[in-house]
């Protein structure tokens, strides 16, 4: 980040004198990243250093401040050598932080290359391909295959994860950061606090609330029954989602370490499981859980301000991604029309 912080505002801290205020412009740098999630100011400082690379080919080019008529050549290159739409909006986010990070005017502004961009989502965009929401029917399916009273711990985690997801509307991310400290039991539900999600850019936490539904799909009974095989202690501030390996002396499976499982070996193990029960692995992922959820939810006529609560949703247009609306909320609205 050398380059970014010693151009434009940063040329300031040359004239600092005093050695408080030198010590505090060495400081600022770290504050000023921390306003980006880690994992966005690791992306676009890649797609800055993408276009830096590029630029030094050509001694007529400036990184920083950069030109707007050079950038669009930047990005017609890339087009050009067959980069896909998210790969020039990458390039253009990461040059755009960089000015805005230097406090230097922000070249994307222009016009120019708002047309190049729009002209790759329109041209150079892959077909969006959708999972389909996981629905009860499927979950049915996997807790009467996996869910035995004498399973295995590995189908027992798999299960309660699932279902959590789905009732819970949670992220991956969410789910698999869930700590027994975090959870409550209490009469006819659990509640879960949820250190932090994507949508909490603050994290600020927010508690989740799940409903026992007495059936043996109910997540109450089986985040409860998950605990007790897993031997997980009631003040605990281990995450309960862990790696498990096989103990020969106990005979059994136990949860080892006190790191998250992993998104990928979750996803393996769910891919497996789909293959068990007949179920096309391609037409659905790990994220479908909560997208399920979210559509049983709206189909049913859960109020809107209770919806956004419960997923943790900022926007309609989130929402509106996550749903698909049964074929009855579709035809309502012909059917209203007076025909």
Same mark, same amino acid.
């Given at each position: !980040? $050398?380059?970014? !912080?010693? @151009?434009?505002?940063?040329? +300031?801290? +040359? +004239?600092?004198?005093?050695? =408080?205020?030198? +010590?505090?412009?060495? #400081?600022?740098?770290?504050?000023?990243? #921390?306003? #980006?999630? =880690?994992?966005? @100011? @690791?992306?676009? &400082?890649r797609a800055f250093t993408c276009w830096k690379k590029w630029a030094s080919r050509f001694k007529e080019i400036t990184v920083l401040p950069a030109n707007s008529f050079h950038v669009g050549l930047y990005l017609t290159s890339l087009i050009q050598s067959g980069k896909r739409s998210p790969v020039i909006m990458n390039a253009v986010y990461g040059i755009r932080w960089a000015h805005r990070v230097a406090g230097l005017p922000d070249p994307c502004q222009h016009d120019l290359i708002k047309n190049i961009t729009e002209a790759a989502r329109r041209c150079y965009s892959d077909p969006l391909k959708k999972k389909e929401p996981i629905d009860v029917v499927i979950l049915e399916k996997l807790v009467v295959r996996f869910g035995r009273e004498d399973c295995s711990l590995v189908d027992l985690r798999f299960l309660t994860m699932s279902i959590l997801s789905y009732a819970g509307f949670f992220r991956f991310s969410e789910v698999s950061s869930i700590r027994r400290s975090d959870i409550s039991f209490h009469e006819g539900y659990v509640r879960i606090f949820i250190e932090k999600s994507k949508t909490d850019v603050y994290r600020d936490g927010r508690f989740i609330v799940v409903a026992a539904s007495g059936s043996k799909l109910c997540p109450v009974r089986m985040l409860h029954r998950y605990i007790s095989l897993a031997n997980i202690k009631e003040d605990s501030y281990e995450f309960i989602f862990r790696q498990v390996s096989y103990c020969? #002396?106990?005979?059994? *499976?136990?949860?080892?370490?006190?790191?998250?499982? $992993? *998104?990928? &070996?979750? &996803?393996?193990? !769910?891919?497996?499981?789909?293959?068990?029960?007949?179920? =096309?692995v391609n037409s659905f992922g790990l994220h479908t859980f909560r997208a399920g959820g979210a559509t049983a939810a709206a189909n049913a006529g859960v109020p809107d301000r209770l919806f956004k609560r419960h997923g943790r949703r900022v926007s309609d247009t989130a929402k509106v991604g996550y749903v698909k609306d049964d074929i009855k909320e579709l035809l309502s609205v012909t059917s209203m029309l007076g025909l």
């Open positions: !980040f $050398s380059g970014i !912080f010693s @151009v434009g505002i940063w040329r +300031d801290k +040359d +004239d600092l004198v005093h050695q =408080d205020l030198v +010590d505090l412009s060495t #400081k600022m740098p770290g504050i000023v990243l #921390k306003s #980006k999630a =880690d994992a966005t @100011v @690791v992306k676009y &400082r020969k #002396k106990q005979r059994k *499976y136990v949860l080892r370490g006190n790191k998250p499982i $992993s *998104y990928t &070996r979750t &996803r393996e193990i !769910f891919r497996e499981k789909c293959r068990e029960i007949g179920i =096309d």
